[in-house]
């Protein structure tokens, strides 16, 4: 046996392989990106992305901004202004705390922020090359945040390999826009890919205008208000009627506690709420808000947070699928009334 074989890796080679967890592709930068302009506080978000977001991804937000002392720190491993300690892990009410993906996209791509903390008088400009500050600048900016991500894997061609064409990651982007949209109806989102934009929500508050933006207007006439509770879970949001089904899953949209989570289980409660009412190997369109008491559910899963695990996830199973189907329920009149032209 030959001694010495371990060694600790050094601080980049760490640093890279972080990163590679956090950022798999564009999309998964935009979702960061996005999740920081939330937990800012904002009230309106743009997104623009050039080629898929490989050539450029680039968000704004009119959030709360960081303050001017803090900037470069935003960019250092596990650094957060969200968590203190072991105890706020169990009552994260953020969609970030980890403070890794700053850092992580700043190691994958060359990254340029312009931010203005308010009661500021004026903003920070930093840019970034190799996860590390290149250039700083004091510059007039609106309050908030905009974060410039370029070039994406230009440093790791074996990444860049793997990813899909510019068009499937242009794709990836705007779902997950939609699904955020519709996760948050108080916000407006402003997405354009390639300058042209793709979509626009009003960020008033209701719902059914941002699943119209979604969706269009026709769908969104014709979903049913999903409005109930079941122990401790309320389910709320809005459910297509039988007759309007698709051939996958990606017209429903799950949101626990605001944030958008894809789960098998759940994603089959919602099309299980219909029984016989769809036809076999189609599924509804739904977005469904559900929330739960902190101690129902564990956000500290996944470093991508695709998942989240519930202490019982057959009880939020059953909640969605009993509300669902009182909606359902409640307008089958209506369904059931022959179709006058
Ligand atoms: P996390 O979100 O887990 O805290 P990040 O690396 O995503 O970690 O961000 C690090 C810190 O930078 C955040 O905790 C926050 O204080 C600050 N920050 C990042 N993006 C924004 C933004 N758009 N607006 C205001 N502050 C931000
Ligand atoms: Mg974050």
Sequence with gaps: MTAGAIRVLPPEVAARIAAGEVVERPVSVVRELLDNAIDAGATRIQLAFDEGGIARIEV????????????????ERHATSKIASVDDLHRVHTLGFRGEALPSIAAAAD??????????????????????PVRRMARPAPEGTTITVRDLFARVPARRKFLGSPAAE??????????????YPGIAFHVLNGGRRV??????????????????????RQVLDVAAGEGPVTVA??????????????????????????????????????QSQLPVGRFPVAALHLRLP????????????????????????????????????????????????
Excluded: M
């Design 170 to 183: 242009a794709r990836a982007i705007t779902t997950l826009a939609a699904h955020y949209a519709l996760a």
């Design 60 to 75: 704004s937000d009119d959030g709360r901004g960081i303050p001017p002392g803090d900037v470069e720190l935003a960019f």
């Design 199 to 220: 979509l626009s929500t009003p960020g008033d508050d209701d719902i059914r205008h941002a699943f119209a933006a979604v969706y269009g207007a026709d769908l969104a």
């Design 294 to 341: 902190d101690d129902e559910v564990d956000v500290n899963v996944h470093p991508a947070k695709a998942e989240v695990r519930f202490r019982d996830e057959r009880l939020v199973a059953r909640a969605i699928r009993l509300a669902v189907r009182a909606a359902l329920e409640a307008a089958a009149p209506v369904a059931w009334r022959p179709v006058i032209s």
């Design 111 to 132: 990254v340029e922020i312009l931010t203005r903390a308010r009661g500021e008088p004026v903003g920070v400009f930093l840019a970034l090359a190799e996860g590390r």
């Design 237 to 274: 949001g809005l459910a297509g009627p039988p007759s309007l089904h698709r051939g996958n899953r990606g017209g429903i949209s799950i949101f626990v506690n605001g944030r958008w989570v894809q789960s098998r289980a759940l994603l089959f409660a919602v099309t299980e709420a219909y």
